[in-house]
């Protein structure tokens, strides 16, 4: 590995393409020491290790005694120093909290360095100034952001269960938004772009969805599903996919009007014990072919099915591919899969960073170096076979961590 171009990579200023982060005040509330930054996605590893549910959660929760929780936390954590999870907090620890190595003679002295900095501007200073971070595209799914440079992305949600949880209250939210009675299909899609002119209004760049495989579903579905919510009754899965899959189709018509961006979950599912092949990028291509003017985020590379997202961002003009989480999820595939993206998909429909992360600004820097570390590797890959050169690698990685993200968002500013 050439270090003067991993150098290079690692430097670069970058825009963070997918995040949750919540407003500061949240993490501020909180204990936060070694253990509890493994809370997110590590603790999947954690289980996945063999950890129970019991034992989970008692080492993370910052009440009770430190040497205790690391005596159990440790034989898991030993199996899971490796992945990817782990190595993004690993990361945070080394770089941000000075902590070469996590073991019996270091776990007292970070988790007190990490209750030290866990004061007011930890965004700013772990992601902006450490982490050369110049925006945010942040899915917290409220306008109010936690810093001046995120961009809110907002949830395109309907009446599944997924969210809203309650398809009541987001008909009546709805309504006061738009302040006219949602009846109908028509009148809930009314209100849905009234929703959509106040979004413009409050910075809003993106909408996120889902890819679910969404069943055909018809006008007289809608109208049916929302009588059923208006007569205080609850919808089945299937009349709830139905409806929203009809919603979905027609809001979609209106999102030229704003020029936000759609950002779609495709692939893995956070957690154990779950089928993680609900979201499938193949899901997208009816939408993608129906709405040739929206720009379509693809996320995760739809991991671990990378090839049908890579083959989808070549044959469709509207899909751009999001490679956040993916260095985490698998940092060998991250890898590996820039040399086929390079030389199969347009340069400027990458974004190759998103932290990923709600209340861990710390973590989602520790991931985005990862993810600058993967990109540089498979980069100089390239290199080393001769298909690239170092300065057609330093053009590639700075459309891909930065100026690709304002082509993909163009409200993004
Ligand atoms: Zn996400």
Request: hydrophobic share 45%.
């Amino acid at each position: 590995m050439n270090k003067e171009f991993l150098d290079y990579v690692t430097h670069l200023p970058a825009v963070d393409a997918h995040e949750h982060l919540r407003l500061e005040e949240v993490r501020l509330k909180k204990k936060p020491d070694a253990i509890w930054l493994f809370h997110q996605y590590a603790n999947a590893d954690l289980r996945s290790a063999g950890m129970s549910e019991a034992t989970l959660a008692e080492v993370m929760d910052t009440a009770r005694p430190l040497d205790l929780r690391w005596k159990k936390f440790k034989p898991f954590f030993e199996r899971i120093r490796h992945t990817g999870y782990s190595m993004a907090v690993l990361y945070a620890l080394r770089d941000l909290y000075g902590c070469e190595r996590l073991e019996d003679g270091t776990i007292r002295s970070v988790s007190e360095r990490i209750l030290a900095e866990n004061k007011p501007g930890m965004i700013d200073r772990f992601l902006r100034q450490k982490g050369r971070i110049t925006h945010i595209l942040n899915a917290n799914y409220q306008t109010e952001q936690p810093t001046p440079y995120c961009s809110a992305v907002m949830p395109f949600f309907f009446l599944t269960a997924t969210l809203p949880h309650n398809p009541a209250a987001w008909v009546k939210e709805l309504e006061t938004v738009s302040g006219a009675p949602v009846t109908d299909a028509a009148s809930c899609v009314e209100a849905i772009v009234a929703l959509f002119r106040r979004y413009a209004a409050q910075r809003v760049v993106a909408l996120k969805m889902i890819s679910f495989a969404w069943p055909a579903g018809s006008r007289s579905d809608a109208d049916a599903a929302l009588r059923k919510i208006r007569e205080g009754k609850s919808l089945s899965r299937d009349e709830a996919f139905l409806s929203s899959s009809f919603l979905m189709a027609e809001s979609l018509k209106r999102v030229p009007e704003f020029g936000f961006t759609v950002v779609a979950h495709c692939g893995y599912s956070s957690g154990v014990n779950y089928p993680f092949d609900g979201a499938n990028v193949r899901n997208m291509w009816p939408l993608m072919q129906a709405n040739p003017e929206v720009r379509f985020d693809l996320l995760h590379l739809n991991y671990p099915w990378v090839d049908e997202a890579i083959a989808t961002a070549k044959a469709y003009t509207n899909a751009h591919l999001n490679l956040a989480w993916l260095p985490i999820l698998n940092p060998a595939v991250a890898e590996r899969v820039v040399a086929e993206i390079v030389h199969c998909v347009p340069a400027n429909k990458v974004l190759a960073l998103g932290g990923d992360y709600w209340e861990l600004p710390d973590v989602a820097y520790g991931h985005l170096l990862l993810g600058r570390e993967t990109l540089a590797r498979g980069l100089d890959r390239c290199v080393e076979a001769g298909t690239l050169t170092y300065s057609e690698a330093r053009r590639v990685a700075e459309m891909w961590l930065s100026e690709n993200a304002f082509e993909t968002y163009p409200l993004l500013k």
